[in-house]
DNA sequence: AAATATTTGGAATGATCGTTCCGAATGTAG
DNA sequence: CTACATTCGGAACGATCATTCCAAATATTT
C-alpha cells in the first residue's frame, strides 16, 4: 500500500551531518538543509521529525563513525604505543585534508550546545565516556605488555590522551599546520615512555 | 553641545560579552543584548555598531582581559615550574566557579565561528600566537634556571601547553569535576620534568 | 531661557527562521 | 483499472531576526 520512500536515508543523513558540521547547529537553517540534502521540507519533518530531531541523528551519526574507525585501528594495529601513534597521526591526517575547516563536529557542538540543550549535553558525555575508556583500555593493554609504564592509572593516561586528542582537534581549526600538530603530538606522547 | 552618554561603556561591554560568552554569537539576539545591557537598540547601533562590532569589541575585551590575567601571574609567582602549575590550576578553578556552563569564550568562538568568518579568525589566531609565545617563554626562563629540562625547545613546550589548556576548556564543558581536570594537569605537566 | 547637538525609546521594515498544511503525484494492493 | 496509503513540492504561517528610522528627551552652549 504505502509509496516506497525515493531516497537513501543514510546518503541524506551523510549531506546533512556536512553541512550540521561545517556551519554548527544554530547558523543551519531548514532551507539550506533541504539543498543539501535534496529532499522537500515536508520529507525532511516526515522523515526526520523537526530541526532539533535531525540534528540529532547527525551527531550520533557521526560520534558513532569516529569511535568505529578508532576501534577498528585497534585491529589492524596491534602494538599499543604504535596503535596510539597511529591515532593521532590519523587524527592530523583528518584535520589536514579538510578543506572546509570544520574541525571536530563532536567538538564544536560540545562548545556551542552542551549548556543550552540537554539531549546534546548527554551524547557529549557519553562520547568522552567512550573515549576515555578506549584510550584507557590501550593503555591498560600496553601497560600488560611492558610497552608502557605503569607509574600512572590508565583512567588518568586515558584522560589525558583524551584531552590532548580534543585540543588538537581545536588547534587545527585555526592553524591547520602539520608542523605544530605533530609537535604537539610528540610531546604527549613522551609521558607514555621509559620511566617504568 | 553634546548630550552625555549616560551608560559605562566598560560596564556595558562586561555584560554584552556574558552574553556572547554564554550563548556564542549566532544564538544571541540582539533583543536579548538590550535586555543585559540596559541600552535600548538605537544606542547600541549609534555606540558600537551593529552585532558583528559589538561581538568584536567583546572578543577583544575577553582576550585582553585573560592575557592580561596571565601576564599578572608571572609578575607574582616567580618559579616557572609553579608559575606554569599555578595558571593551569587558575584554569581548573575558572571552570568550576563557572555555573553557566560558559566554557572559554575563545574557544567557542573558534569552534562555532572560524571557518565562517575571516575577521574571528584572525583573533583567534593572533590569540593562538600570544598563547604559545607566552608559554614558550615561561619554558625558556624555566630551562635557564635549570627547572625545566632542554630536551625539547620552548616552542614545541610552549605549543603542547597551550594545546592543553585548550582541551581543559573543552572538557571542563561536558564535565566540570575536579578530579578529572586535575589528573589530565598532572600527566601534562609530568613532561616538564626531570629527563635532563 | 533659548538654541542646538546628541542620545534615547520604541515602532516599523524587510528578511529569514522553524514549522505546518494541503493538493498533486506516485507506487502498491485488490 | 480502481482505491488507497503515503510521499512530495511548495505555498503559507506566525515568530523572530538584524537593522533603520523618527520623534521625544536631555545636557550643554549661547
Redo the contacts between chains.
Keep these: 500500500m504505502p509509496k516506497e520512500i525515493l531516497f537513501d536515508e543514510e546518503e541524506v543523513l551523510r549531506r546533512a551531518t556536512e553541512l550540521f558540521w561545517?556551519?554548527?547547529y544554530?547558523?543551519t537553517s531548514m532551507d539550506e538543509l533541504t539543498r543539501a540534502t535534496g529532499l522537500s521540507r515536508s520529507s525532511i519533518y516526515n522523515s526526520f521529525g523537526g530541526k532539533h530531531d535531525l540534528f540529532m541523528r547527525c551527531l550520533r551519526y557521526y560520534v558513532n563513525d569516529q569511535e568505529r574507525q578508532l576501534h577498528e585501528l585497534a585491529g589492524k594495529m596491534k602494538p599499543v604505543d604504535q596503535r596510539i601513534r597511529a591515532a593521532f597521526q590519523f587524527a592530523v591526517e583528518e584535520i589536514l585534508a579538510d578543506r572546509?575547516?570544520?574541525?571536530c563536529m563532536m567538538?564544536?557542538t560540545?562548545?556551542?550546545m552542551?549548556?543550552?540543550d540537554k539531549a546534546i549535553?548527554a551524547v557529549?558525555?557519553e562520547n568522552?565516556e567512550n573515549m576515555e575508556k578506549l584510550f584507557a583500555d590501550w593503555i591498560r593493554e600496553g601497560q600488560a605488555a611492558r610497552d608502557i609504564h605503569t607509574t600512572?592509572a590508565p583512567?588518568?593516561?586515558g584522560?589525558?590522551l583524551?584531552?590532548?586528542?580534543?585540543?588538537?582537534k581545536?588547534?587545527g581549526?585555526?592553524?591547520p599546520d602539520r608542523k605544530?600538530l605533530e609537535?604537539?603530538i610528540?610531546?604527549?606522547l613522551?609521558?607514555l615512555e621509559g620511566r617504568a
Design positions: 561545517t556551519r554548527g544554530n547558523a572546509m575547516r570544520k574541525g567538538v564544536n560540545t562548545t556551542e552542551v549548556n543550552q549535553a557529549a558525555a568522552m600512572l583512567q588518568v593516561l584522560r589525558f583524551f584531552n590532548t586528542y580534543s585540543g588538537l581545536v588547534y581549526k585555526t592553524r605544530p609537535d604537539i610528540t610531546v604527549a613522551s609521558v
